[in-house]
């Protein structure tokens, strides 16, 4: 089955600053990649996602990117806010898993005023 | 646009009793509904998939028995946790999906078994 890494598992900046996380996966026929942010107590909120045929996908301050050759995407917040603050999830879905989402271990993303 | 609901929000009950989980999609009909479980400061784990009409499919590890699901229309699912114990107190979430492969997420409900 497929399996998602997810680095760095906590990452802090100021506001203002870029953060990037980045995720591997292991199934090279997964082909659809989505990000979600997750608040305290709350359920994950799909904040963007990409597929397989794009290598690039962009909205406001949130841009992610796909290398399907290296088996590795990234997502990208601009301009940090405090209010970005939050648990950062990516996941690889298709292929084997059909349909279903594999989760990497979530980024503890913390943006100081 | 793609709301999911759940409901309760938190529930607190006695060992040995059943909860049931509720799992609306509120604006789009969902041909699949997925039930995942989180413990404190873990990511998601997906415990079955469910399909309109149909049973679910449990991964591995999951008793079917002991969580029962129902997906009885494209717009709700039921999760039961049967005589709960309190290694059963989690987050429990829900998610949706419809026409595409998005998945949906509903707010979670906060289970505690005494």
């Known amino acids: 089955g497929e399996n998602v890494e997810q680095h760095p598992s906590t990452l802090s900046v100021q506001e203002g600053d870029s953060a990037v996380i980045k995720c591997t996966y292991s199934?090279?026929?997964?082909?659809?990649f989505p990000w979600y942010k997750q608040e305290l107590g709350k359920g994950p909120q799909l904040i963007i996602d990409?597929?397989?045929?794009?290598g690039e996908k962009k909205d406001q301050r949130i841009a992610v990117t796909l290398n399907k050759t290296a088996k590795h995407f990234s997502l990208h917040i601009t301009e940090t806010q405090p209010e970005d603050s939050a648990v950062y999830f990516c996941?690889?879905?298709?292929?084997?898993?059909?349909?279903?989402?594999?989760f990497g271990q979530g980024t503890i993303l913390t943006v100081h005023p | 646009g793609a709301v999911v609901s759940q409901h309760p929000s938190r529930v607190i009950c006695k060992s040995g009793t059943s909860v049931k989980i509720e799992c609306r999609s509120l604006?789009?009909?969902?041909?699949?509904m997925f039930w995942y479980r989180q413990f404190p400061k873990q990511s998601l784990m997906l415990m079955a998939t469910s399909n309109e009409g149909s049973k679910a499919t449990y991964e591995q590890g999951v008793e079917k028995d002991k969580f029962l699901i129902n997906h009885a229309s494209l717009t709700l699912s039921t999760l039961t946790v049967t005589s709960a114990h309190p290694e059963d107190s989690s987050f429990y979430i829900c998610s949706a999906q419809g026409a595409t492969d998005t998945q949906y997420f509903g707010p979670g409900t906060r289970l505690t078994v005494l």
């Open positions: 604006d789009f009909q969902a041909t699949t």
């Open positions: 996941a690889g879905a298709g292929g084997t898993s059909y349909g279903k989402l594999t």
């Open positions: 199934d090279s026929a997964s082909n659809y």
């Open positions: 990409i597929r397989s045929n794009v």
